[in-house]
């Protein structure tokens, strides 16, 4: 069966949800397409929970969007009556031994400065107000540092995809699930997209295909990207823990390196856990051979190296565990340009661990992208030029 459309977005999760949303409000003869049915628990965005906060440490380029992101979700939840993003604040800390209070690399304090540098509300914290205002993190040594934020907090990926792909269906998107997409080629001045179930031509195309982009597109994609397991971690509540009425999410920083760093959530209602987990990048993967058991040994070691002794209120045992997947370029940021090689084709991907939160903003500049040739937002920091060696 051959459908057509003015546009096609590949892959319904963060990005592609909320693209199709977007074009799909805006009145454009829309397809998504996914090989699963979103949300689902096979890719990037589940999970319950995903941090965010208007001063992004990665850089200033993410502030618009992470700003227009945090509008969508409150209209989103006018528009749903679901409850989709928590105004718990945020909690970015440096606990480390080896803390520089000269350090301008540091995260929390590059985290600051951006806040400094363009107006965002938040507080300074020493240790001794760290450990009073939020007593799970007691534990906190003498020197650390932290950033607080109010207007930060979490949002809920798997609502959040939910309410946009029901809107977009109510909007006319004809979404495809359960349909892989196999084959991009030009089609004249559009494309066909070729799936396990028929073909779509388009006259543009969004990829937002996570960790299948590299072996949909092939180079220079596959080149540059690469998935990286992920595992979450609920741990049990000590019966005597103690939280602040409304606890914040949290990043630290105890140590150097990717791997002492943690980030969590407060605990969240008739649940008695808390989620902790930490970014890992040593080891790739892949989308078929994704190891999604989280084993017990794994569970001890993050207690022991990301819990204990730094977060007080939790147990060693782990009341239910997740596995997902990051795709990451060489610089750790976004990959959002056109295809060097298929025109009508942008691409939006390798979102690095760090998307979600930007995830709506996108999808309305995506949008914009495709119905008026460009977006509000400047994207053209996550242009593929920065990696011209390998384009």
């Known amino acids: 069966m051959e459908q057509h459309c003015e546009v096609a977005v590949l892959g319904l999760g963060a990005m592609g949800a909320a693209t199709v949303y977007q074009l799909a409000k805006a009145g454009v003869d829309v397809i998504g397409v996914d090989r699963y049915a979103p949300p689902h628990t096979q890719g990037s965005s589940h999970g319950d929970t995903r941090i965010t906060r208007l001063s992004v440490g990665e850089g200033p380029q993410y502030l618009p969007l992470v700003r227009s992101s945090h509008s969508i979700w409150r209209e989103l939840e006018a528009l749903s009556g679901e409850s989709l993003f928590e105004q718990c604040g945020v909690l970015v800390m440096t606990s480390s031994p080896t803390y520089d209070a000269a350090d301008a690399d540091d995260f929390t304090h590059q985290t600051i400065a951006l806040a400094r540098t363009y107006g965002v509300e938040h507080q300074v914290l020493a240790a001794a107000s760290i450990r009073e205002r939020f007593p799970q993190f007691a534990p906190v040594l003498d020197t650390a540092i932290g950033y607080f934020e109010p207007e930060g907090g979490f949002v809920r990926p798997e609502r959040c995809i939910d309410v946009q792909l029901r ?94 760093v943690s980030y969590g959530f407060p605990p969240l209602p008739g649940e008695n856990s808390m989620k902790v987990a930490t970014e890992q990048y040593i080891e790739d993967s892949a989308p078929n051979t994704l190891d999604r058991t989280v084993t017990a040994p794994e569970e001890q070691d993050m207690f022991d190296t990301q819990v204990q002794g730094k977060i007080a209120g939790l147990k060693p045992h782990v009341v239910k565990s997740s596995v997902c997947a990051y795709t990451v370029t060489p610089d750790y940021h976004f990959i959002i340009d056109e295809h060097p090689y298929l025109k009508n084709v942008t691409v939006v991907s390798a979102c690095s661990g760090h998307g979600f939160k930007h995830s709506a903003g996108l999808g309305l500049a995506l949008a914009q992208r495709c119905i008026h040739g460009k977006s509000d937002v400047d994207l053209s920091a996550f242009s593929l030029a920065r990696f011209s060696a390998a384009v």
């Open 167 to 260: 809107l977009a269906a109510q909007h006319g998107a004809r979404l495809l699930t359960h349909e892989t997409v196999t084959h991009l080629q030009p089609h004249g001045d559009q494309v066909r997209i070729t799936t396990d179930k028929g073909s779509i031509i388009a006259d543009k195309v969004v990829v937002s295909a996570g960790m299948w982009s590299a072996e949909l597109l092939g180079a220079p994609f596959s080149d540059l990207l690469r998935v990286c397991r992920q595992k979450l971690f609920w741990f049990e509540l000590q019966e005597d823990a103690v939280f602040a009425p409304s606890s914040p999410s949290f990043i630290m920083i105890h140590g150097q390196g990717d791997a002492e």
